[in-house]
T-cell receptor, first 115, second 113 residues
Framework: GDSVTQTEGQVTVSESKSLIINCTYSTTSIAYPNLFWYVRYPGEGLQLLLKVITAGQKGSSRGFEATYNKETTSFHLQKASVQESDSAVYYC????????????FGKGTQLIIQP | EAAVTQSPRNKVAVTGGKVTLSCNQTNNHNNMYWYRQDTGHGLRLIHYSYGAGSTEKGDIPDGYKASRPSQENFSLILELATPSQTSVYFCASGDRLGGDTQYFGPGTRLLVL
């Protein structure tokens, strides 16, 4: 089946420093999946941060970027300068367009920003 | 703006009791989903639905039932709640016309004593 592995547990970054959260995926399908980053802010539900449906393309939103790399099967999330408001839990996910419309999530990474 | 609401937002139940979690979406999406989120596990799919009258088992369906009486509503039912079902539950809606993006509700925090 499909699986997503991302940086586990907590990541602590000082405000204005750079961030990378690693995400790699594995799929048994011959088709390339759509890749997503979702974010959950405290007290809220998950919301889409960015998505990329074409291998080799980059998605960006709110200063975050992720590039779909089919060679390394990776979709790392990066930000050049984090802010305190970025504190949240981040989830990497994939879906097969030809499948049952089911998202496969990583376990989530809690980002803590130190002032 | 996509809208998914859940009720209740918080629930305390007793072991062996029946619990119903409700979800409503105004996005007119065909698909709806129920997940639970636990530390160390991320989000796990319990049940999902392709439309009114349909329910499908997800990855962890044991101990849960689902009901989709209409396009807008999708319920998760715990007939005999157990402490292991203490968790945060999220409902979501989405479909291929929306590019497979799922829109999530705010979550329901369930404590089974």
């Amino acid at each position: 089946g499909d699986s997503v592995t991302q940086t586990e547990g907590q990541v602590t970054v000082s405000e204005s420093k750079s961030l990378i959260i690693n995400c790699t995926y594995s799929t048994t399908s011959i088709a390339y999946p759509n890749l997503f980053w979702y974010v959950r802010y405290p007290g809220e539900g998950l919301q889409l941060l960015l998505k990329v449906i074409t291998a080799g393309q980059k998605g960006s939103s709110r200063g975050f970027e992720a590039t779909y790399n089919k060679e390394t099967t990776s979709f790392h999330l990066q930000k050049a300068s984090v802010q305190e408001s970025d504190s949240a839990v981040y989830y990497c996910a994939l879906v097969h367009t030809g499948g049952a419309d089911r998202l496969t999530f990583g376990k989530g990474t809690q980002l803590i920003i130190q002032p | 703006e996509a809208a998914v609401t859940q009720s209740p937002r918080n629930k305390v139940a007793v072991t062996g009791g029946k619990v119903t979690l409700s979800c409503n979406q105004t996005n007119n999406h065909n698909n709806m989903y129920w997940y639970r989120q636990d530390t160390g596990h991320g989000l796990r799919l319990i049940h999902y639905s392709y439309g009114a009258g349909s329910t499908e088992k997800g990855d962890i369906p044991d101990g849960y039932k689902a009901s989709r009486p209409s396009q807008e509503n999708f319920s998760l039912i715990l007939e005999l709640a157990t402490p292991s079902q203490t968790s945060v539950y999220f409902c979501a809606s989405g479909d291929r016309l929306g590019g497979d993006t799922q829109y999530f509700g705010p979550g329901t925090r369930l404590l089974v004593l």
